[in-house]
Structure formats: C-alpha cells, structure tokens
C-alpha cells in the first residue's frame, strides 16, 4: 500500500515535525487487536434505513461489489482537502484514517453516535490549536467523507450525547432500562445490538465515547464505567486497555506540541534577530551613503 500524505508547512521543520509526529503516532496505533494489515475486503453496499429514534442513521453492510481500498480512501482525502497539513497532525491523521476505514468497512460494522463521540473527541484532542478554526473544520469534512459517511451526523450526535451526559450523574447514567429518551433510546438500541440482537463492531473510538459520557457527567468512578459497560454489552477488559492507550496518546499528543511550540518559537526569534540585523545594515549603509553625499556636496 503506497503511503500518502500532504506536504508539511515548510517553516515547521521536517526533522522536528517527524520526531513529534511518529511520538503521537505510535501511541495511537501501537497493539490494536480489531485492525489488520490488510488492504482489500469482501465488498458491501451501504444503505440507510430509519429506526426507533427520530435523528438516528443505522447503515448496514450487504455483501455485493468491491469497497474502496485504504489508498482510495486516503486519495479520496486528499482530493477534497487540497492544502498542506503540517506533519505533526497529518501523520497521526493518516494513520487514524487507516484504521477507521478498516472499522468502517467490517461486515458487522453500523454507524452509532458513542462511535461518532469518541472520534470527535479524539478529533478535536489531536487538533487543537491547530492554525485556523476553519481549515480544522475543512479537514474533518474531507476526513468523514472520505469514508463515505456524513460529518454533519458526526458533529450533531456527539454534541447531542455531550449535552444529554452534560445532565446526568454517575447513577442515572447506568439506569438505562428504566428510563425514556431519545438518548437513552440510542443506548437500549446499541445495549441490544452488543448483546447478540442485531450486528455490532466495538473499536477503541467507541471506548473513547463511552470515557466521555463518563467525563462529562462527572463519573470517574470505575464502578461507574463498570456497571454501564455490563448495560451496554460490552467488555470492561476491552474498554479498559483502550482508554488506558487513549490516555497515553493524551500524555503524548502534549509532550509533541510542545516540541513543536519550542521549535516554532526557536525559528521565530532566529527571524527576529536576522530582521534586526539586516535592518542595522541597512540603517549603517544609509547613513554611510548620507555622509559621503555630504562630503561630497563639502
């Protein structure tokens, strides 16, 4: 599989820009069991159907012609997103984009909003203070619909979920069962389809949504974690190691920024000095200019 990337800002520095990069990187990537180093699938087709809860996509995967491959998938980003990404982002941004393509197009795979939280959350970890607000916007439309999914979807269900978590605590966020909702609606379907009732593909990112619903509602408390993940189906093991790579890429992702901050800062101030010095010579040569025009009018 050919590697594609953007050109970086050149005023980054490539050297210092690869080292923070592959920092993040590793810490992202490194023992994931659900990804495989594969680059072509059995072939399905998407399609959309409505569910029991009004704003809620469900897609479901038929077997039937070839499914693109990690590099059309990766061209198909490159193509919608035109400018250079600075490497620090874009490597990590490449290699989150190889494993959501082969979560995206596993047989068991359906789109759900804890899914979509937990990569927005990543998202906006990994981006932010980047340069502009609207080239990061940009990106993670070209990014989602290079998967041939909807960014739109992404951002409207993950802030659906942070305002619904925004409002819970530790016990109303476990009684699941007992309660109505839309939200809780989206949880009983994903509690049903983890449990054998219909297809479902759990990945770190839905690891990482179901940490920020935690976050959010101010439920730190592993017991908390542990009795949601036993409503929802899903392992605690496997929740567990995610979010503790998670963390990790965290602790990364702001030992690589600031080496990035210190190197922009080194390469502003050399700037500086070479604009204060050339603007010395050019004051010297003025005024050497000005005094032999005198002598000579002399």
Known sequence: MAAISSSPFT????????????????????????????????????????????????????????VPTVSETKMNFLRTYKR??????????????????????????????????????????????????????????????ALKEDPEQYRKDAQKL???????????????????????GILKDISDRAGGQGSFSYSRFFAIGLFRLLELANAPEPTILEKLCAALNVSKRSVDRDLDVYRNLLSKLVQAKELLKEYVAREKKKREERSESQKANETITKCVGEFQCAGLQV
């Open 11 to 66: 005023a980054l520095g490539q050297a210092t820009d690869r080292k923070a990069s592959v920092f993040v990187t590793r810490a992202f990537v490194s023992n994931y069991d659900g990804i495989r180093s594969r680059t072509s699938f059995l072939a399905y087709r998407i399609g959309v159907r409505s569910s029991n809860y009004s704003s809620r996509k469900v897609i479901q995967c038929t077997a039937l012609a070839d």
């Open 84 to 145: 250079p990404i600075p490497s620090i982002y874009n490597t990590v941004l490449q290699e989150l984009i190889v494993q959501q393509h082969l979560m995206r197009y596993k047989s068991t795979y359906q789109y759900d909003p804890i899914f979509a939280l937990g990569f927005v959350t990543v998202y906006d970890q990994l981006m932010e203070g980047y340069q502009s607000n609207e080239d990061r916007d940009e990106i993670f439309k070209a990014y989602i619909q």
């Open 162 to 184: 942070e305002e619904w978590a925004r409002a819970q605590n530790g016990e109303s966020l476990i009684e699941l069962s007992s309660r109505e909702g839309e939200v809780e």
